[in-house]
Structure formats: C-alpha cells, structure tokens
C-alpha cells in the first residue's frame, strides 16, 4: 500500500477528486435510489466517474461508497450486501486510479443519531468495521471518513477503520459559519474540538469538506491551524453556496473562480485539495494547474 504521509512529506499538496453524487444523478440515478448498488449494476458508470478526475489531474480519487455502512443500506434493503458493495466500489476506483494513484474509500455518516437512542455504539462500530474492511479488500490506500458532524460517531469510525484495515485514516468534518464569524458543525462542534479529538482517535490527516466554498474553507483551515501547525489537512469544498434556480439546484463557483482561491487556500496551511458539491473534472483540472505552477 501508498503511504500519503510519506507523500505529504516530500512538501507537495496533493490534489483530490470533485463530486460524484452530481454525476451519477446527471447518468441516471433516481431520488430513493442507491447509489452504492450501481457499483454492481451501472459498473461502467461508476468507472467513467472515477477516471474522468484521474484524467483531470487528481493525484487521488475516492470510491462509490459514502453511504455503505450496512446501517445506511438498511434502508434499501441491502444491509446484507454491504462487503459486495464495499469491495466492488474499491475496486473500480482501484481500476480507474492504476498503481500510481491513490484510492481513498468513502465513508460517511451513518445518518443515525447515538445521542436520541437510533442506534448503540456497538452497532456503529460494527457498521464501520464491515464496511472500511470491505473497501481494503477491493484494494484502497486509505480510508477517508467524510462530512462527519458527532465527534462520538467519527471516533468510533476512526477506531473501527484503524482497526479493520491498519491504513492510513483521514476524517474530515462539515462546519457551518455562524453569526460570531466562526465555525461550527450542526451538533455545535468547532474546529478546534475537532483537531483535538480526531488526534486523539488516531487520525493521520484531519480537514473539512461540503457546505462551503474556497471563501469558507479558508477560514477553517486557519481556525484548524491555530491549534495544530503539522498535521495534513484535506479540503473537499463545494463550488460555492448552492442556490434553486428553474427548480434545479445549481452551484455558482466556475473551475477560474474556485483555482483562483488555490494558492490562498495552500498559504493557510491546506495539503490535499479537491471538491464536493457541484465541482466537476474542470474544476479539478483548474485547480491542478495552479498547484503545478506553484513553486
């Protein structure tokens, strides 16, 4: 396995991939349908997906599999099928990257509330365990642990990925800006708590991604840095705020607006780069550039 400390370390800043709910949407997946099932169903979809960021510049692409905790594919019925889901979703991203690129598998929330009684921590932990096990089967790197809100839920992922795998673990937190100007998740959780407790769970790589632009993010990243100057830090940021236009939902942020934040994004202490929401292949291309010119 790729080591991305060991990558890190040698001074580059890392470019990541962009937002793949949008694209399986723009290829044909439905509301109420799962996206994880199309690594078996619309196999070639999924890879079109992952290789159009690989062809954009990303030195790293993540996997089909946000939402394939056997918890959250409870609701499609398909619990049973979260290894098969897992695994294959690894493995197309595995198949998309090559040998000389990094795969990232996707985990996300689990969408169940530890603090209203929804779900056990044990249940958690085992959800976790299953799914980040799976995804190294199917060959990833790294286990990137996304748009976390609950330091208990992500702690426990942590732990159940570390343990699973003994990979490399990146968690990343959604923060919303409130009216003092500072950040906080929608359970209240700063930056600042955020560092402390994923170092503490084992994270190797910290940082933030969705509900914000590059403006925003910039302001993350320096409340991240005020408390920790070393650990790498990742930002998956949206292109832009989203607004309703002609009922769609749209993105404002162009592939020229988004790269000409790179550099202040790097300056402030950012590592690994790349998007969420509504940013696609010309935005990882944009954003690439500008860190290849860069000296």
Known sequence: MKSLLEELKKGKVLVSDGAWGTFLFQRGLQQGECPELWNITHREDVFAIA???????ANMILTNSFGGSPVRLKHFELSGRAVELN???????REAAGDNHFVLGSIGSSGALLMMGEITEEELFEGFYIQAQALKQGGVDAICIETMTDIQEAAIAIRAAKEATKLEVVCTFTFNKIS????????????EEMVSAMKDEGADI???????GFENM????????QVDKTTPILVHANAGLPIFHEGKV???ETPETMASRVN??????ANIIGGCCGTTPFHIRAIAD??????
């Open 51 to 57: 290789k159009s960021y690989i062809d954009a510049g």
């Open 206 to 212: 910290i940082g933030t991604n969705c509900g914000n």
């Open 250 to 252: 749209e993105y404002p």
């Open 218 to 225: 910039i302001g993350i990243v320096k409340e991240i840095r």
């Open 290 to 295: 500008i860190i290849s010119k860069r000296k």
């Open 180 to 191: 003092s100007g500072e950040f906080r998740t929608i359970m209240g959780i700063s930056p």
């Open 264 to 269: 202040d994004l790097i300056d402030c202490g």
């Open 87 to 93: 695994e294959e979703a690894a493995k197309i991203s």
